[in-house]
């Protein structure tokens, strides 16, 4: 997972990374950033996202 991460953008590796394996919460992570907890829940969100279509191709297109 971890060499996955390095795929990811800098902008949603960077969230991911401190929320995941820092353990901050969405709020710190905004004031370290210096952007909105919305931001922060959308940038992990969506390295959650990309990440397990890279752990796991084609299954987002099995359900289609």
Same mark, same amino acid.
């Given at each position: 997972? !971890?060499?996955?991460?390095?795929?990811l953008s800098?902008?949603? !590796? +960077? =969230?991911?990374?401190?929320? *995941? *394996? +820092?353990? #901050?919460? /969405?709020r710190e992570?905004? +004031? /370290?950033? =210096? /952007?909105?907890? =919305?931001?922060?829940?959308?940038? /992990? $969100?969506?390295?959650? @996202?990309? #990440?397990?279509d890279q752990?796991?191709?084609? @299954?987002? $297109? =099995?359900?289609?």
């Open positions: 997972v !971890r060499e996955r991460m390095r795929t800098p902008t949603f !590796r +960077e =969230a991911l990374w401190l929320f *995941v *394996v +820092e353990g #901050l919460s /969405i992570i905004g +004031e /370290i950033l =210096a /952007i909105p907890e =919305a931001t922060v829940k959308t940038r /992990i $969100h969506r390295a959650k @996202a990309q #990440l397990k752990l796991n191709p084609g @299954a987002a $297109h =099995a359900m289609a």
